[in-house]
Structure formats: structure tokens, C-alpha cells
């Protein structure tokens, strides 16, 4: 098998540079050809040698997106896309603008096994996890299709909220946070960066110890056991409490404050009831909560439940001394919510 060539760092490189009977200096060359300047492949490393360029191809792989659909939204310009990898799976990611920058949507793995009942992406499973090289990929297709319109284009902000459970594929993931952060490359800072999960309790801790400074998000979508055992599986093996006292320790340990994303679905979670209950969970955690409109999905019935009991929810949690944002929904007229893109493209439900 070919060396997934993206997927190593500086030194592993400098290593398989030895290897091949290359300089050193060339595994920097090569880094930055991959990191910096996106390389798709070998043949655009010019200051390499012709020989060097095929005996590089000869044994390493280099894992690509190549964009197989892009729908840009005329209210924002929000970007979706929906990139075809090497093997011929599909993944999609999103580009959206805010004030301070860029940020993209990542998607971690090829599916997800996490089962939430309302949720497009896990409706056949998980495929497989993605590699360091193939998270990296979607940065680096979404900035060369983006430099084409704009030389100086940047992403500034990273979120793994696209497709998958970023910590279901932890090491793959842990590694792909260490090459975008890298100086060689992108250089996105780790505060930048977040991460998003749907309650991976164990974790959960080990992020924190060992990587404390990037962001966490928690979808938490129902204030608890009763609710979130019966939308999201995962909630019967670390149930709401586990979760909730991870999130405290993250709180206390890093200082930073903690998101919890909230999907709001019609009866299922949005009552005055539940509003009061997850401001009482929470009151005096250093959080935010994010209401966000649930996307409806072909495949289930959920309903989103509609702006007036957002807003009397939201005031709800206020009330309570809850920080709380409904988020501004990017891309409203290309609203394709996470995993439909590529269920169409396999030819599923239409
Ligand atoms: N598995 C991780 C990363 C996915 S992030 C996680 O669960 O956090 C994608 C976000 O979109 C999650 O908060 C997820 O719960 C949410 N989501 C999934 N389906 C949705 C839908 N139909 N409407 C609104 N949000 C949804």
C-alpha cells in the first residue's frame, strides 16, 4: 500500500525523505508543497526534480477531495460542497463567511454510528473514518477553489460539526489538529478550532488533559435522560449527568466557556417545560446555548419548531441566567442539512 504522504508530519516526512535517499531540507519543501500551498499532486512540486516528483508518486498516495457539487447561496454566499475522496466516497463540508473570517465545516468521518433519530448523516452508518489527510483535504480543496476568486483567501476557523463524531475517529483527528495548527502549514489557531460531539464522555476528559485548548461543543438537544435517551442512543451509555459533569470539569480545568448546541424539534424538546429544566441543569456553568431551528430531514418527521417558541424558549433560558443565541441559519436557500447531499448523490430517498 502507498504512503498516505499528507497524513505524516514534519518529522515523519523528514524520515521517508531519508528513506528515498532525499536532503533533508526537501521534506520541509514537500510539507509546505502539501500544507501551505495545497498541492493536489507531485507534478506541481516544481522545485523538486522530475525523478524525485516520480519516485514520490511511485510510493505515496496523495489523498484528495475533488468537489463533486458546490452550491453557493445568493443570500450569503455560504459554500457547501460535496467532495468525491480517492476511493470514491462522498463527504461534504460548508465555507462560511463571517465577520472576523472564514470558517469551514469539516466532516470526520464517512457516515456516523452515533444514531441520533434526527440527524441525515447516520442513517447508513459509518462507512469508514476518515484520515488525517482526508479531514485536511476539505480545507485545502475549499482554499484552492476559493484563491481562484480571491489570491489572499484564507480559512481563519475551523468547526468539526460536518459529518461524523469527531471523537469516534479520536486519533485520526487528534492528528489532523496537530497538522492544520502546524506553523508549516495552515497555521490555524487551536483556538480556532471546534471540536463538536455528541457526548463521547471518556472523551471528553482526555481532551481536556491533553488538549485543553481547543474549543468544545456538546449537542445536547434535551435537558434530560427522559428526552435525549430516546433521540440520541449515545445518551444510554453517558447519560445526561456524566455528560454535564465532563463539561463542568472542561469549564473549570480550561477557562473557557462551553457550547452546547440545541436543535429545536416541534413537541419533542421545545416546551416552556424543558426550557426551565435545562436552565436549572446548567445555571452556573460557564456556557452558551445555541438554539438552532432544526433542519427537516426527508428521513424522519421531526418538524422545527417555529421562530415564536424559539424566541419564548430562548427567553426562558435568559430569564434563568443562561447566555443563549439562536443561530443565524447561513445558506438558508441551499438548506441542505448534513449528510443530505450525499444520501442524494448515492441515490438514496428522493
Ligand atoms: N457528531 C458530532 C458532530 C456533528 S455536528 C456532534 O454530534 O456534535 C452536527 C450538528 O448538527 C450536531 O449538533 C447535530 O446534533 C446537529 N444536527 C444533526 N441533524 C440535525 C438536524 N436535522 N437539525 C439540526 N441540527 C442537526
Known amino acids: 500500500m502507498k504512503t498516505d ?15 528515498l535517499g532525499l536532503q533533508k531540507f526537501r521534506a520541509k519543501q514537500i510539507y509546505e508543497w502539501l500544507h501551505r500551498q495545497c498541492a493536489k499532486s507531485f507534478d506541481e512540486m516544481t522545485n523538486l526534480s522530475k525523478e524525485q516528483r516520480a519516485k514520490l508518486d511511485e510510493l505515496c498516495e496523495i489523498k484528495n477531495c475533488s468537489i463533486e457539487k458546490k452550491l453557493v447561496s445568493k443570500l450569503d454566499g455560504t459554500k457547501k460542497y460535496l467532495f468525491r475522496l480517492n476511493d470514491g466516497e462522498f463527504i461534504e463540508s460548508v465555507l462560511m463567511k463571517y465577520k472576523y473570517g472564514y470558517t469551514v465545516c469539516v466532516s470526520s468521518q464517512v457516515g456516523c454510528n452515533m444514531k441520533c433519530s434526527f440527524c441525515a448523516s447516520t442513517i447508513d452508518g459509518c462507512v469508514r473514518n476518515l484520515a488525517p489527510s482526508e479531514i485536511l483535504s476539505q480545507v485545502y480543496a475549499i482554499t484552492r477553489d476559493n ?21 469516534d475517529n479520536y486519533e485520526n483527528v487528534l492528528r489532523f489538529l496537530e497538522l492544520i495548527t502546524n506553523g508549516d502549514g495552515l497555521n490555524i489557531g487551536a483556538r480556532n478550532i471546534s471540536i463538536s460531539t455528541c457526548g463521547i464522555v471518556p472523551k471528553i476528559y482526555d481532551l481536556i488533559e491533553k488538549h485543553p485548548q481547543y474549543t468544545l461543543s456538546v449537542s445536547l438537544h434535551a435537558p434530560n435522560d427522559e428526552i435525549r435517551d430516546r433521540i440520541m442512543p449515545v445518551n444510554r451509555k453517558w447519560n445526561t449527568e456524566e455528560l454535564l459533569e465532563a463539561c463542568r470539569v472542561y469549564t473549570k ?10 436543535a ?54 435568559e430569564a434563568g441566567g443562561i447566555t443563549t443565541t439562536i443561530r443565524r441559519s447561513l445558506g438558508g436557500d441551499i438548506d441542505a442539512s448534513c449528510g443530505q447531499l450525499r444520501r442524494q448523490s448515492k441515490g438514496g430517498e428522493s
Open 264 to 317: 429545536m424539534m416541534k413537541d419533542i424538546n421545545d416546551t416552556d417545560e424543558c426550557a426551565r429544566e435545562l436552565a436549572k441543569r446548567l445555571k452556573g456553568m460557564l456556557c452558551h446555548v445555541n438554539l438552532i431551528p432544526a433542519n427537516e430531514v426527508r428521513e424522519n418527521d421531526y418538524q422545527r419548531s417555529n421562530n415564536e417558541r424559539i424566541k419564548e424558549f430562548s427567553k426562558i433560558l
Open 253 to 262: 480545568q480550561t477557562s473557557r466557556r462551553i457550547s452546547f448546541e440545541y
Open 147 to 167: 484563491r481562484k476568486e480571491d489570491r489572499d483567501f484564507r480559512v481563519s476557523h475551523i468547526v468539526l460539526m460536518g459529518m461524523g463524531e469527531p471523537l
Open 5 to 19: 504522504i499528507k497524513s505524516l508530519t514534519l518529522a515523519e516526512l523528514e524520515d521517508l525523505a531519508k528513506e
